[in-house]
């Protein structure tokens, strides 16, 4: 079985302040894939990053950075300096290699509200 | 033009009716997913399909039914609609080849039963 959990449900932080996510996840498989998708007040989901389990190299765009952690299971996501666009609902997700049928988990989201 | 578009956007009904959301993709992908959103509950998976004869069920599938009419087209059905069915819905396309199942959503359906 796998699992996604994401134990901080909101967040709130001021403008310009860091803010990391947690996203702890549960496998039996070798291989597979993290991803992070964050969820606007619009509602639209919208694809961060992708990253396979062979490559633990932490990944930095813009002031989105991601340190990912076999030895503890953990995909966290760091925002820098984080703006009031940045207000949103963020996803982790889990897909494992291999099995045919559902293979796509997400976390139940961390609610991230940046006040001005 | 978007690649993945549902139809209606938002959707108000009452208790016992039939609603039937629609999703198109032009992504060409094989695989074709209806998930629901409740919040606090990220998205749960109703139904999935891999190709035009392939549909199979999800964690969430009672009261819901699909319909795969071709490639690119994937309906969701609520028979008899009840309120606890009040969700967000989207639907999700991934290319067979991506061994990482990628997910590619459409903007969502926000549906609502009195």
């Known amino acids: 079985a796998q699992k996604v959990t994401q134990a901080q449900t909101e967040i709130s932080v001021v403008e310009k302040e860091d803010v990391t996510l947690d996203c702890v996840y549960e496998?039996?498989?070798?291989?597979?894939?993290l991803f992070w998708y964050k969820q606007p007040p619009s509602g639209e989901l919208v694809f961060l990053i992708r990253?396979?389990?062979?490559?633990?190299q932490n990944e930095i765009s813009g002031r989105y950075s991601w340190n990912f952690q076999k030895s503890t299971s953990s995909f966290n996501f760091t925002i820098t300096a984080s703006q009031v666009v940045d207000s949103a609902v963020y996803f982790c997700?889990?897909?494992?290699?291999?099995?045919?049928?559902?293979?796509?988990?997400f976390g139940p989201g961390t609610r991230l509200s940046v006040l001005p | 033009d978007a690649d993945v578009t549902q139809t209606p956007r938002n959707r108000i009904t009452k208790t016992g009716k039939r609603i039937m959301l629609e999703c198109s993709q032009t992504k060409g992908h094989d695989r074709m997913y209806w998930y629901r959103q409740d919040p606090g509950l990220g998205l749960q998976l109703i139904y999935y399909s891999f190709d035009v004869k392939d549909i199979n069920k999800g964690e969430i599938s009672d009261g819901y039914s699909v319909s795969r009419q071709a490639q690119a087209k994937f309906s969701l059905s609520l028979e008899s609609a009840i309120p606890n069915q009040t969700a967000l819905y989207f639907c999700?396309?991934?290319?067979?080849?991506?061994?990482?199942?990628?997910?590619?959503f459409g903007p969502g359906t926000r549906l609502t039963v009195l």
């Open positions: 999700a396309t991934s290319d067979l080849e991506d061994r990482s199942d990628e997910q590619f």
């Open positions: 997700a889990l897909s494992e290699i291999g099995n045919y049928g559902q293979n796509f988990v």
């Open positions: 990253r396979n389990s062979f490559d633990e």
């Open positions: 496998t039996r498989d070798t291989t597979y894939y």
